[in-house]
């Protein structure tokens, strides 16, 4: 089984351009999310797709970043412009259906540097 | 917000069994409890899930008390590629981001 692909796997821009992010779930995956994880912290959740529709943004500094999931499988997270405290590793996880007991399958994640 | 307190690092000799014991003093009545293990430049990997009392894989055992404010992961005979982060996350997956908290993590390094 395949698992979660995100690209790119790296990214370095300069303070107030823009980026964005691609993540392809796992087939079948209604569930996705995107993480910000900075270095030496935990994970911390951006957003929350089921299918292509959004169950929860309310950590998603949303003057600056955007999250579309169309066609409910698909995703891309933008920033735009970048600020220096963006950088960090973004995650794209998926689960099957986003209950309690779901399990979260992570991607790679993409190495954002902000200069 | 069921926020969690675990150790920052811990170290053990290989073979050993290893405990990290996390802390959720407020945890709600729907939050089930999860562990994840990530390696550096990989993202998280899920590792155990349980409600209450003892739940046990192939790879690792989850104690959680009558009172669940607290919980330990049991990880049987270490060995160096067990060297990681393990993070201890609370909440109901169902009700979204404000409910989903991974706390600080515990760096275990397995000795030779």
């Known amino acids: 089984e395949a698992g979660v692909a995100q690209s790119p796997r790296y990214k370095i821009i300069e303070k107030r351009q823009s980026v964005a992010f691609w993540c392809n779930p796992i087939?079948?995956?209604?569930?996705l999310y995107w993480y910000q994880q900075i270095l030496g912290q935990g994970p911390k959740l951006l957003i929350q797709f089921q299918n292509n529709g959004v169950v929860d943004d309310s950590q998603l500094p949303k003057d600056r970043f955007s999250a579309e999931r169309l066609k409910g499988v698909d995703s891309t997270l933008k920033i735009q412009p970048a600020k220096l405290e963006d950088s960090a590793v973004y995650l794209c996880?998926?689960?099957?259906?986003?209950?309690?007991?779901?399990?979260?399958?992570f991607g790679p994640g993409t190495r954002l540097t902000v200069l | 917000l069921a926020k969690t307190t675990q150790p920052i690092s811990m170290d053990s000799y290989e073979g050993q069994e290893v405990n990290i014991t996390c802390s959720h003093n407020n945890i709600a009545t729907n939050d089930y409890i999860t562990w994840y293990q990530q390696f550096p430049s990989q993202g998280p990997r899920f590792i155990i899930q349980?409600?209450?009392t003892k739940v046990t894989n192939e790879v690792a055992s989850l104690f959680i008390p009558a009172d669940r404010k607290s919980s330990t992961l049991s990880l049987p005979r270490v060995s160096l590629s067990d060297t990681a982060v393990y993070y201890c996350l609370v909440g109901d997956l169902g009700t979204g981001a404000n409910n989903l908290f991974f706390g600080t993590g515990t760096r275990l390094t397995v000795i030779p």
């Open positions: 996880a998926s689960s099957l259906v986003g209950t309690t007991t779901d399990t979260q399958y």
């Open positions: 087939s079948g995956h209604a569930t």
């Open positions: 349980g409600y209450k």
